[in-house]
């Protein structure tokens, strides 16, 4: 069984910054693509950033330029740092991993981002 654990969410005033970890554990053999999602109150959950087990990223056009995802692979951990944040940015963040055939998502993480 595979755990995945979002941490670092909060509330920060529009232009700050939060760094959002997520954690795998568990039987994992091996990790292909780990992302970042967020879905907003009402809203569809919406894909802000991925990158593969080679480091290639792709993001979202509306964060582009404010936030990076990065991954440890040794820890099994995504990290998406996040800058310049903006009132729109806020919703709940989750992580997501692909292993083998499987997608497995985290409870999600709640950030706030104040005008």
């Known amino acids: 069984q595979v755990h995945v654990v979002e941490s670092g969410g909060g509330l920060v005033q529009a232009g700050g910054s939060l760094r959002l970890s997520c954690a795998a554990s568990g039987n994992i053999f091996s990790i292909n693509v780990m992302s970042w999602s967020r879905q907003a109150p009402g809203k569809q959950r919406l894909l802000v950033a991925s990158?593969?087990?080679?480091?290639?990223?792709d993001y979202a056009d509306s964060v582009k330029g404010r936030f990076t995802i990065s991954r440890d692979n040794a820890k099994n951990t995504v990290y998406l740092e996040m800058n310049n944040l903006k009132p729109e940015d806020t919703a709940v963040y989750y992580c997501?991993?692909?292993?083998?055939?499987?997608?497995?998502w985290g409870q999600g993480t709640q950030v706030t981002v104040s005008s």
């Open positions: 990158i593969t087990n080679r480091g290639r990223t």
């Open positions: 997501k991993i692909i292993t083998g055939p499987y997608n497995i």
